[in-house]
């Protein structure tokens, strides 16, 4: 994993899809002063970082879930990436919906499911795990075995893989935040001094401390 998860890193810094602003940090809608922002959306507009990405979705699938029979997305960031990941790879390709439609067969899950397939959740990044585990469950619900959840990117929060350990689910991503940090401090991104303190907002978002790092 570690080529893909610098060249994923490399990518996503490339077209500001991940974004460290450590001096002036964003501001998330619970509050939480942020030096960094993601927006994994944006690989889908930039055709050579969406190869990159697609490319090793579908090799992680390949090389650590080969008995998967079906991709599903979480809805909606994960709907594209599953979508071309399966069209990659010739597999059936379905998603997951934040909640069951009110109209028509009410559905939850989109695409044929069978009881008993082996599913792999493509999301595109993880926090602190909460709409995947709700995804997954749906699955888990549905009748199908959820072999994990492969992201794009991870925070790398404790919080995620308590949430998830809790859930009796697993997941891996294509990257993350310590990987992200690395290549930013060598490519020039961000400076040395900012690592720790951007670590320190890792291990522990709600505590603004982190900021007296810089």
Request: net charge negative; charged share 20%; glycine share 8%.
């Amino acid at each position: 994993m570690e080529n893909i998860k610098y060249s994923v890193a490399r990518s996503l810094l490339s077209i500001g899809a991940v974004f460290l602003r450590p001096d002036e940090p964003f501001t998330w809608a619970s509050g939480i002063k942020s030096p960094v922002y993601c927006d994994n959306r944006l690989t889908l507009t930039s055709p050579d970082v969406r190869d990159i990405i697609e490319n090793a979705f579908a090799q992680v699938i390949k090389d650590q879930y080969p008995e998967c029979d079906v991709i599903m997305g979480t809805s909606t960031a994960g709907i594209a990436h599953a979508a071309i990941a399966g069209h990659i790879l010739k597999m059936p390709m379905g998603y997951v919906r934040g909640s069951a439609k009110d109209h028509g067969r009410v559905n939850r899950i989109e695409g044929r499911l069978n009881k008993g397939d082996k599913v792999v959740v493509i999301e595109d990044l993880i926090s602190t795990g909460g709409s995947s585990i709700e995804a997954a469950q749906a699955l888990t619900d549905a009748g199908a075995e959820v072999l994990s959840v492969v992201s794009i990117f991870t925070y790398g929060m404790k919080s995620a893989d308590d949430n998830f350990n809790a859930a009796g689910y697993t997941y891996t991503s294509l990257t993350d935040f310590d990987t992200l940090i690395e290549v930013a401090v060598n490519e020039g991104y961000i400076p040395a001094s900012s690592a720790n303190a951007l670590k320190a907002f890792r291990d522990n978002p709600k505590d603004d401390g982190w900021r007296n790092l810089l």
